[in-house]
């Protein structure tokens, strides 16, 4: 990674500004914050995989070859 001029940024996210919102919905089970990929789609869709969790219809799209 260093040697291919590669960077790595990122940001503070503001999860306390969210908290009192969203953990009892954790807690009573009508959010699950585990589960990561919410949408798959053959790798042939990724257009349409990039489409959806940009127009926030997916959060993120598992492709299969």
């Known amino acids: 990674m260093f040697s291919s001029n590669v960077g790595v940024c990122g940001g503070v996210a503001p999860v306390r500004s969210y908290l009192d919102e969203l953990l009892p919905d954790v807690l009573d089970g009508t959010i699950q914050p585990g589960r990561v990929f919410d949408a798959e789609m053959p ?22 070859p």
């Open 43 to 64: 790798l042939s869709d990724i257009a349409a995989a990039y489409a959806g969790m940009e127009e926030r219809r997916a959060v993120k799209v598992l492709l299969h």
